[in-house]
């Protein structure tokens, strides 16, 4: 487990005590303190106890979560979790428990005081009494305190349990091309929910089972007082539905607005040249501005509306306890209550509804919480069930009649694509412009759906792979080369944890980008991405690929590599198409100009998503083109009618 915060085992029932210890490790300390790891060595939980207080503390991952709660629907991994912290759950219900127990000293203070000191005159009596409510109140703060800081690492609890999972949600999303808005709706819902986890909403909703408590106190001083308490918390509860039902929609619309002005956003920073060089700033910005102003007005509606609850409900509270003084007043005039009952029935009346109040006061908080938790549970969370480890591929690709789809369809625009190559191969996949090359390559990788068919590598098919391991065997260069915000090095090696320089440099240099990057401000290190430098299209190409080189995978595919190349950088490309081959790896390049041809030993030829004719590279060439040396204006091979 990462992070100050273990997680907490199922309830069982037959343990039949509340984990307070987990309570007191999240209030006091770190997991990775002595003294924390103590008491997780004693946890009941099998995720997070441990053998002993040395080992180093697991990782609860979504997988097994859902495997020791079989019950839970696997569509709502925020109850997923939540289940797994209902013993700290409990724990919080019996601190607000006390808390409100507690929260009857100043009112019965009151009474003491008027009806008691007032009337015998004893200062002892008084000090006895304040001693005692002082040490109560401090008690109660400390409680509330601890309340807090354990419902703030819940929420920390439930973001560390599903950010990875969101993470990798958002990218299926991207590939799957449902993705809404700007895409990243699912990175502020669990915003949301960890906020709301955190902060007063969830204490209100532990305060509100106490409504009736207080009420009944009420009764017990006079029916009267009882039943004006109940109609003021019938007033509020019908104001707390209201607000419910004027917040639900607002919150929901304003929410699609605002991820589809960010999605313009978005858009416009990520085309800003072409914006400014087709004059498309105020057109795009109108767009922008549309969006934005809808945001704009149901945020404002839905405030409006939460304002004037919020309002309404605060003046109603001191009526409210005008009117409780009032009939208190009224009963002490006829000798039906002593002065002190009339101060603490208007008190304990304030302090019932204050739940309501504040429940009114974050209702806003309690929608989006809702709305962001629904949609949570439609999201797709990849299975991360353990696979067995396959060894690195070193021999074969084998493609059996396969279809790709793109993502969300059913309809294949590839299909029928049959080949095998042995290590030491590499295939030149040529056709016409939308024949079907680039959705290939993207169905090599998994980035598209295989409908149909097979691909296998040593002749396990490639879903046997996790995405992780089979990554590691893949090398890809798409055709719209995006770095990340980091150096150059980084890059290169994919970002790993424990980069190896020299693979680092090894994959540059047979990149042809060594030289290129030691020019750079700080060479290697040089800091690379939206706000850093700006590198050129053939910049970008060579990085990324010896980004696609690095750690000699066995399966390289190269999706129009040298289409923003110069002389120097396609002969660097023929030279990494060579070093593959002679390495033993596979390599598969998606080319229009016939440079990138000098070096496979095989062509595929694709036309209108479909397979012609595949085999070796000067036989497919003899077929495809009538003449071999005929290249198009545009620079790509001219293609004419196979012929048999």
Known sequence: MKGPLPSSGPFDPGMGVVDLKLAFVLSFGSATEPGSRFLLHLLPNPC????????????????????????????DPVRMVLRQHRGTLVGVAIFSAIINILMLTSPIFMMQVYDRVLTSRSIPTLVSLLVIATALLVLMAVLDYLRSGILARIGI?????LRDSVFVAVVEQTLRR???????????DLD????FLSGPGLVALFDLPWIPFYLLVCFAFHPLLGYLSLAGAIVLVVLMVWGFAV??????????????????????????????????????RNQWRDAHLTSLIEQTAGSEAGGKITAFTKMFRILLQLLLLAVGAYLVVGNLATPGVMLAASVLAGRALAPLEQAIGQWRQFVQYREARARLATLKIPNEASRTSLPSPRQSLVLSDVAVAPPGSHMATLQGVTLALQAGAAVAVVGPSAAGKSTLARGLVGAWPIVRGEIRLD???????????????????PQAVDLFDGTVS??????????DDAATIEAAKLAGAHDMILKLPQGYDTRIGDSHLALSAGQKQRIGLARALYGSPFLVILDEPNSNLDGEGEAALCRAI????ERGGIAVVMAHRPSALAEVSHALYIRDGRQVVFGPQDEVMRKIVRNPDVVGKSGGITAAEPTS
């Open 48 to 75: 997070c106890r441990l053998q002993s207080p040395d080992q180093p503390l697991p990782e609860c991952t979504m997988t097994q979560i859902a495997r020791r709660n079989p019950h839970v629907q696997a569509g």
């Open 578 to 581: 060579r070093g593959i081959r």
């Open 157 to 161: 609890a439930v973001d560390r349990e």
């Open 490 to 499: 980084q890059n290169i090696a994919r970002f790993s944890p424990k980069p």
């Open 247 to 284: 917040s639900k929609r607002s919150a929901m619309l304003a929410t699609e607005a605002l991820s589809q002005r960010n999605a313009w956003m978005e858009g416009s920073r990520r085309n800003a040249e072409s914006l400014r060089a087709l004059g498309m700033v105020s057109n795009i």
């Open 459 to 477: 002749g396990a098919e490639i879903s046997q792979w996790s995405p992780d391991d089979l990554g590691k065997a893949i090398g890809y260069l």
């Open 178 to 188: 449902d993705a809404q808005g700007d895409g990243q709706q699912v990175v502020r």
């Open 192 to 195: 949301s929910v960890r906020m």
